[in-house]
């Protein structure tokens, strides 16, 4: 079977790093257990995208007495991570999870509409670094911290860096909480934090982009680093925002300039890299127009998680989502040589790119072929 192109739509890498962000926002909150069966009920209406069956049932359960931040980790945001398992494993249509994700939403906003404390805090701006446009793991920040008591000014999906020093201006906040799902955002994300920080408004950073660890968090400066919504929460009540010394500079792994010169070869080595992979794969005679230009999409997301992994330095940054594009596509009956030649046409393309070169042999070996001695 030939392969439509070799990794998933963008759009469809967003809404899994989302899911996964989204159980980033989830910890646990001492109370009496959900219904058992809400859960099942929850998901069942959110993937026939039943808007308001979903909203009837979160806002009953609030009548029942369950806390709404409860409802917020504890409902929501683990069946939106079965939406994305269920997509990965090619059981739910791109359509399906939209949908059931834009029901999330509006349920969200139902229990914001109907749970509304006085702020007996201070304010915070809570938005999601530039480029990063899946919002919904961050408003479930921004709403857990509302339900804490904060003011809340919620910015959204990508919002760029002079236009947040902007608002900061304008408002005033105490700290900004910044998501970042994707961490091919993390530059974006680096010169906000650098900006916000300039103004004077400290900075403290979370979503699976910044690592399961917080690595890239402290690599890039923040203040403070949350792996979950309500452990936000409880480090901004205690005013724990002291983090790492700040660097001065960049990151001194940039002294080499391989990222500066991947990003801006990135157009140059698009059409040279789509060359030399119809000569060394045979299944892309045979595609039409949208095929090709679904490859060359899908070309530059490696190229684009590559350049991030030479940012911030850390090769699995690249290597996992290799991994987890060589998951997806087996789920869809893609073969594994497509991946693993569009790897090696990159390697031998970036012959002065040693960092490069380096992280694309590991890729390599995360996503063997199968029949040959590298696959394991």
Request: contains cysteine; glycine residues 8%; negative net charge.
């Amino acid at each position: 079977m030939s392969a439509p192109h070799i990794t998933p739509d963008i759009e469809d890498i967003e809404d899994i790093e989302d899911i996964e962000d989204i159980e980033d926002t989830a910890g646990t909150k001492e109370a009496d257990a959900l219904p058992a069966e809400a859960a099942g009920r929850y998901l069942e209406h959110i993937g026939r995208a039943d808007e308001f069956a979903a909203i009837d049932l979160v806002l009953g359960l609030l009548e029942e007495g369950v806390d709404a931040e409860r409802l917020l980790l504890e409902l929501i945001a683990p069946a939106q991570r079965r939406v994305g398992e269920l997509w990965a494993a090619n059981e739910w249509s791109v359509a399906r999870e939209h949908g059931a994700t834009a029901v999330s939403e509006r349920a969200v906003a139902a229990i914001a509409a109907r749970v509304r404390p006085e702020p007996t805090r201070g304010r915070l701006t809570v938005a999601c670094t530039d480029g990063e446009y899946h919002a919904l793991p961050t408003r479930l920040l921004a709403e857990v911290l509302r339900l804490r008591g904060w003011r809340i000014d919620f910015l959204g999906a990508s919002v760029p860096g002079p236009h947040l020093i902007t608002h900061l201006h304008q408002s005033g906040p105490d700290a900004v909480a910044l998501g970042c799902a994707l961490a091919t955002r993390l530059p974006r994300a680096h010169a906000t934090l650098a900006a916000c920080q300039a103004v004077g408004v400290p900075v403290i950073a979370g979503g699976a982009g910044f690592g399961a660890d917080g690595r890239h968090a402290r690599l890039l400066g923040a203040d403070a680093w949350a792996p979950t919504a309500d452990v936000a929460a409880d480090r901004l009540e205690r005013g724990d925002l002291t983090g790492p010394p700040r660097p001065a500079d960049a990151p001194a792994h940039l002294a080499d300039e391989e990222y500066t010169h991947l990003t801006r070869r990135r157009t140059e080595l698009l059409p040279r890299a789509m060359e030399a992979l119809a000569r060394v794969y045979p299944p892309m005679a045979a595609y039409d127009l949208h095929q090709l230009d679904a490859t060359a999409a899908d070309l530059g997301h490696l190229l684009d998680f590559l350049a991030t992994a030479l940012y911030v330095d850390d090769a699995p940054v690249f290597t996992g989502f290799v991994g987890w594009t060589r998951a997806v596509l087996a789920a869809r009956g893609v073969p594994a040589q497509a991946l693993a030649v569009g790897l090696r046409v990159f390697h031998d393309e970036l012959r002065d790119f040693p960092r490069a070169r380096h992280m694309l042999d590991q890729g390599i070996e995360a996503a063997p072929v199968p029949g040959t001695d590298q696959e394991t």
